[in-house]
Structure formats: structure tokens, C-alpha cells
């Protein structure tokens, strides 16, 4: 099986999937994929150098006007898509400390326990959340041009990414370096 790369968003991300010599962007998979499930703000595309993709998301939650930096409590349209899941949290807080003994991460609707102690991975938000992740992850797949492109594992990051936490530009676009370095225990999971 052949290696991914995901260069810089605006660029081609070169993919030899299969010896194919696939190349493509990851804007356009993460746009879909927030398309797909309107309660995810950000996500970025992970993959390079790797056999699979996978993708970190983060929940829309509220901004600290004076800081600029997300806050624990979910938006409205967050609070609602997870009311629709039989989930009443309202914080992220909230969401990911149902399950805290689990890792924070979902493969083909299949969760890995692992104990906290293990790596610096965050907490797993309900299972019916997860499950409700995956379907929108399947619909987004369902769209992907070829295999290559569909996304195979994902985790949800309890923050949102902001300028002030160095996740951002001030363009709003992902800082896909500081948040590889920022998150790198997880990515490593993926690939486990």
C-alpha cells in the first residue's frame, strides 16, 4: 500500500495510494466533512506520509470576547444537534467526562479503551455522539472521488482552535504545523 502526504492546504497533497499517483487537496475533504456534520468548526486532515487518512475535529463552542479563545460551553447549534442524539451536555467539560477512561478516538464504529495513563490523550465523548460523528464521516466518504480520500479514523479535540491559542492564522486558517506538534499523541494513535 502507498504513503499519503498532505502538504499546505492550498497545494496538492500527494497521495501514491496503491501505486495510483493520486494527488489532492485537503480543503476540500474537510469542507465536505463540515458540510456533512454542521456541529463540527474546524477540521483538519491528517495523513501525510501515512497509508490512511484521519482527521482531527473540533466542536463550535462560544468565544471569550475579550481573549478571543474558545470556551468551555458549546454553541446553540451544538447543544441542539446534541439534543437530537439524546445527549444534554452543554460544555465540552460535560460531553467528554461521561467517558473519561477512554481514548478519545473512533475507527469503522469501533472505540479504543485505553487508560489515560497509557498517552496524553483526551477523554471519549458519549458513544451515541461518536456514532452520530461516524454516520456524517460515512455520508462524507460516501462523496470521496476514491478510497484514498475517505477518512478512516478521527478524534474530537476538546477545544476549538483560535488565533490566541496559536491553532489559527490571522486569516483563520489552521496552523497545520503547531497543531500537528500540539496534538501529535493523538495523530501517532491513528497509525497504531
Not at 116 to 134: D, T, Y
Not at 137 to 166: C, E, M, T, W, Y
Request: hydrophobic fraction near 35%.
Amino acid at each position: 500500500m502507498g504513503l499519503l502526504a498532505v502538504t499546505d492546504a492550498n497545494h496538492s497533497a500527494g497521495a501514491d495510494h496503491h501505486g495510483r499517483g493520486e494527488n489532492f487537496p485537503p480543503v476540500p475533504i474537510e469542507e465536505n466533512m463540515k458540510k456533512e456534520l454542521p456541529c463540527i468548526s474546524k477540521a483538519m486532515l491528517v495523513g501525510d506520509k501515512r497509508k490512511i487518512l484521519a482527521m482531527l475535529l473540533t466542536l463550535k463552542s462560544e468565544v471569550n470576547m475579550e481573549t478571543g479563545k474558545s470556551t468551555d460551553e458549546l454553541s446553540a447549534e451544538v447543544k441542539s444537534w446534541l439534543r437530537e442524539c439524546d445527549c444534554f451536555a452543554g460544555t465540552e467539560t460535560e460531553l467528554l467526562c461521561e467517558n473519561s477512561n477512554k481514548v478519545m478516538q473512533h475507527q469503522n464504529n469501533s472505540t479504543y479503551s485505553t487508560s489515560k495513563s497509557e498517552a496524553n490523550f483526551f477523554p471519549l465523548p458519549q458513544e451515541i455522539v461518536m456514532e452520530a460523528i461516524q454516520k456524517g464521516i460515512d455520508r462524507a466518504n460516501s462523496k470521496a472521488i476514491s478510497n484514498s480520500q475517505k477518512i478512516q479514523k478521527f478524534a474530537i479535540l476538546p477545544v476549538d482552535f483560535s488565533i490566541p491559542s496559536g491553532e489559527l492564522g490571522p486569516t483563520l486558517k489552521l496552523k497545520r504545523n503547531v497543531i500537528a506538534d500540539k496534538y501529535n499523541s493523538i495523530i501517532e494513535n491513528f497509525y497504531k
